[in-house]
């Protein structure tokens, strides 16, 4: 069975968020589809703390040749929709989106903090934006101020057959991203493909 018709069970089974996060946590490498494609580095961390007070389900830390790109994943359950008969955002999409306004808001006001604990995720690698005069090691090159950071924030809930064209329309217009369970479908059917090719 291929990671597509495995994935496409569980999230047709899938109750809850509960469900797929525990899924996910031992398929972490289907999120790379959200986080970008990058080559340098990549770590994939489910429940990440943020501060005290916060936890991300998952983390993506990546870099580039000039930055590092953080992705900070709220989940929320596949059974959820984005928006209900009135269009506005159901019970599950306000409950997201309220979690990436506090990471936004802490990090915001805490991001030296938060660079040392994205430090610790990448402790003990090479450095990728920088140049060896610079920075050796990642996790110095990541509490440098001087490197840049970019933060994402993204929820995914629910499936693209609960979206009709309005409500497509309407997720655009919010200021995080918001992606459905069959973005990770569609990931986890190139990776397939990809691997047929190869073998």
């Known amino acids: 069975m291929g990671q597509y018709e495995e994935l496409k069970a569980v999230l047709d089974k899938a109750r809850n968020e509960h469900d797929i996060d525990v899924y ?20 994939i961390q489910p429940e990440f703390q943020i501060g005290t007070k916060y936890r991300a389900d998952f983390i993506i830390l990546c870099a580039c040749s000039g930055c590092w790109k953080c992705v900070l994943i709220e989940l929320q359950s ?12 159901s019970q599950g999409m306000n409950e997201a989106y309220n979690q990436l306004e506090d990471w936004k808001s802490y990090i915001g006001m805490n991001e030296p903090a938060f660079r040392s604990q994205l430090a610790e995720l990448v402790k003990g690698k090479p450095a990728f934006c920088s ?11 990541i509490r440098d101020p001087m490197t840049v950071i970019e933060y994402d924030y ?3 809930l629910g499936r693209r057959n609960g979206l009709d064209a309005e409500s497509n329309r309407k997720r655009y217009q919010v200021s995080y991203e918001i992606i459905t369970y069959d973005r990770l479908l569609d990931y986890a059917k190139h990776c397939d493909e990809a691997k047929a090719e190869w073998e």
């Open 131 to 141: 140049n060896a005069a610079v920075h050796i090691w990642a996790e110095t090159e």
């Open 154 to 156: 993204r929820a995914i």
């Open 78 to 89: 596949p059974t959820d929709t984005i928006y209900n008969k009135k269009r506005r955002f």
């Open 24 to 43: 996910l946590k031992s398929h972490k490498e289907l999120l790379r589809g959200i986080g970008g494609l990058y080559w340098n580095c990549m770590v």
